[in-house]
């Protein structure tokens, strides 16, 4: 692919003085949609690409859009031959060049390219200067909000991205999705860190991909994450086997499974453990419920073996232990938790 896309460049480039008096008008003829060779070349490349490639462009992050203006930026002005006029600084919380507006209008910045950006200074300093030749640099990037990948991978982590990167390559740089995911990923984009493109629909708010969807390579499966997003890998909602089990643990509940399975899932029941003695906290509709079971009568076949739903607790009882008051509580993740990961630069 990239020797095809070299062949196209070498194609079309101008290989004299008259050429290369002549581009001009020959990318006319091309936007005319006139048939050229370079036209013809070009669209062979992206006949080849299409068949390689597993996605397309039209995504909710516009890979384009990376190189405007975000919030958190430096930004500087430069006026050609003025340097009273010279400016460097960052974003208010609208969004425009924040004390720019000393030689004029205020000039819009997030969300637009340097060069839309250097249009409308031009404009506003024409009322002081005569014919102001201005150029717009972006000259920090390193305070963009981070994206965050969390949930069902290996490694969590914060990144801090400096170049356009997808789905797919995110969760590999984590290491890949661990057994408990319950199958989903969710993207959760706020409004104002990222610039979507200026055609997309889904501008903020929560979208769910399918990771089947993004195995199999559909291309809307695998979008641009840009600065702000929190990815969640969803995991799968956890039953929890406690009490006088080998290994005391939430299992994901990826499958319909029965109490019996559950118990060998953790380890068995421990050598202090009362498979007689087995009780399934419940909550149905909002209302708690408790369902005693016996593990012995299960294998005999004398009793049924109960399917568990998810976020049910199974207690097996310690020999000799009491009967619980009330059912057991499970403690929740800390809510602050995204601050202590640690942060990757993706460059």
Known sequence: MRQLQLGIQRFCRPRNGVEQAHR???DT?????????????AGVFFFFAAIFSHTVTAQTFAPDR????HSGDIVEVDVEGSLDHDWRGGLTPEGFLNGFNEFGDPVKA??????????????????????????????????????????AVRSPHRYQIKRPIRLRELIARSGGITDSSGGEVSIFRPEGPSCPAPDAKEQSGRFVIKISDLVNGRPDADPFISPGDLVVVEKALPIYAIGGVRSPRPIPSKEK????????????????GDERRVVIYRRDKGQPSRIEADLKKIAAGTEKDPEMQPLDIVEVMTKGGGERKYPPEIAGPAADKHA???LVIIE
């Open 66 to 69: 990376f190189d405007a203006v």
């Open 257 to 272: 499974v029965t109490l019996s399975r559950l118990i060998a899932m953790a380890g068995g029941v421990a050598k202090d």
């Open 340 to 342: 202590a990961l640690p």
């Open 24 to 26: 001009k008008e020959k």
């Open 29 to 41: 003829r091309c936007r005319r949609g006139e048939l050229t060779a370079c036209g013809l070349a």
């Open 110 to 151: 997030q969300c637009r390219m340097p060069s839309e950006i250097a249009a409308d200074a031009i404009r506003t300093l024409s009322s002081t200067l005569r014919d102001p030749k201005v150029k717009v640099f972006i000259v920090d990037r390193s305070n963009r909000q981070v994206a965050i990948l969390d949930g």
